[in-house]
């Protein structure tokens, strides 16, 4: 009789004791980074030409963020920004792109999101474009990931030196896409042994998704952090044979719809796992499009400009975030947040505290994404793709303070021209065609003196990059 009711208790027990695990297992987070993808470029940010049904889905039934800042308009120092919550330049990671020849990257002793993960026992993976170092001392294996699968720069760079490759992506060479494949010699590798020289750049796309999905299977029982820093569409664009559009003024959106099957892949993989309750993902860009690439390149929709620039085209960016449950549905954020706020953001939603090892200037926006509360972030500071401080966004106002460019290594011109003053009011004025500095020389006068301000502390509070030993 004992035995009896005690097998009825268990019975009734059990099931609740599961249910408590589920309800307080932490979320899985799956952070997806394509490279030079504008704001334009997806279906649900306007675009009538490119068709991203699996994006824009997300978007329906999570939240799309129209205000979301990268912290460079160039790769390294983006990438950089995203991964430790702080600007570049406080990690010494602002000064443009790495190179095959680079002899720096960034440190391993910076903090990462991968690294507060993992202390948290997520099992943690990096499948796609790195661009934080080359060197053994700087691969994702050195900044938190448990593994890594993926280029290790771009793709439009050659291993080891960077010599011998073309200059440019074009017409022809889209038309011929198997012959030109080995024109580029870039490496693709597994932890840190290079697998594949060149990397058939046609399916890497789709073999970082079977990577992502093959890791998400493994990993189903515990909690997960997968990014999935795509290499394309930055140039030379290439896709899968079955899915090649031949004609070349096709060839941007033949790229960015075949990266949004393969993001289906990843959440139709979800929901049969039935881990879309419990898994949040951001699909954003690393900065604006490469507009000189024309029919190669995207679009920024109603902004200014493109990658390279501090104009909102090339450091506002795309970005929809899902997550059912937790992310309200059909709903649309225009309240200021940037990936240097993601590892707060990220850690508040594991209900953790960073350990406070690095300074860094994310700051926790974790009420925009459930829908709860403001942003926290009501300032943001603008670098050139070289580093140099040169604006700063402020409620509305935007200022740019813009200098004659200076070539590096020569004297600077005895008599400089002077800068170019540009005040935008955001609100109203979203293209940044109206400038407004001579009508408003006060609010000129506040905000250069705050990005100058501001600009101080991280430069004298900047923490050094891994660098090569001589």
């Not at 824009?56 to 390294?76: I, L």
């Not at 998400?216 to 999935?228: C, E, G, P, T, W």
């Not at 065609?433 to 905000?447: C, D, S, Y």
Request: glycine fraction near 8%.
């Amino acid at each position: 009789m004992l035995k009896r009711a005690l097998s009825c208790f268990l019975l009734a027990v059990l099931p609740l004791l599961s249910l408590r695990a589920d309800e307080t297992k932490k979320p899985n987070f799956i952070l997806i980074f394509a490279d030079d993808q504008g704001y334009g470029d997806l279906g649900s940010f306007g675009s009538t030409k490119i068709k991203t049904p699996n994006i824009d889905r997300m978007a329906t039934e999570g939240r799309k963020f129209t205000n979301f800042m990268v912290a460079s308009p160039v790769c390294t120092p983006s990438r950089a920004a995203l991964l430790t919550g702080s600007y570049p330049k406080r990690v010494s990671m602002h000064e443009h792109v790495l190179f095959p020849q680079s002899t720096k990257g960034l440190n391993p002793e910076e903090y990462t999101i991968a690294d507060h993960l993992k202390s948290q026992g997520y099992a943690t993976a990096c499948f796609g474009k790195w661009h934080l170092g080359h060197h053994p001392e700087t691969l994702p294996q050195q900044l938190g990931f448990d593994t890594y699968f993926g280029i290790p720069y771009s793709n439009d760079m050659n291993h080891p030196d960077n010599k011998g490759k073309p200059k440019t992506s074009s017409d022809d060479l889209w038309r011929d896409q198997e012959t030109t494949l080995t024109l580029w010699k870039t490496p693709l590798m597994e932890n840190e042994e290079i697998v594949e020289l060149p990397v058939d750049q046609r399916t890497v796309t789709r073999r970082y998704t079977d990577k992502t999905i093959d890791f998400i299977k493994a990993n189903q029982d515990k909690s997960f952090f997968v990014y999935l820093p795509h290499s394309m569409p930055h140039i030379p664009l290439y896709v899968p044979d079955d899915v090649y559009d031949p004609d070349p003024m096709n060839a941007y959106t033949n790229v960015i719809e075949h990266i949004d099957a393969e993001v289906g892949r990843i959440m139709d993989t979800l929901r049969e796992l039935k881990l879309d309750e419990n898994t949040i993902v951001i699909y954003t860009s690393d900065n604006g499009p490469w507009l000189q690439f024309k029919n190669h390149g995207g679009s920024a929709g109603p902004l200014r400009d493109g990658k390279g620039t501090t104009f909102e085209g090339g450091q506002r960016v795309p970005c929809v975030m899902w997550g059912p449950g937790r992310i309200p549905a059909g709903t649309e954020c225009d309240e200021l947040m940037g990936t240097i706020d993601l590892l707060p953001t990220i850690a508040a939603l594991t209900h953790t505290e960073l350990p406070g090892k690095n300074k860094i200037d994310g700051l926790d926006a974790s009420g925009l994404l459930l829908g709860t509360g403001s942003t926290p972030r009501d300032e943001f500071v603008y670098y050139t793709s070289r580093g140099q401080l040169e604006g700063l966004r402020q409620g509305k106002w935007k200022l740019l303070v813009k200098r004659p460019h200076q070539s590096p290594g020569k004297p600077a011109p005895r008599n400089p021209k002077p800068p170019e003053i540009l005040l935008f009011d955001l609100l109203a004025d979203v293209g940044e065609a109206n400038n407004l500095a001579g009508a408003h020389p006060e609010v000129v006068a506040k905000l250069e003196a705050r990005m100058i301000e501001l600009d101080a502390e991280i430069t004298e509070n900047a923490r050094a990059p891994w660098m090569m030993e001589e």
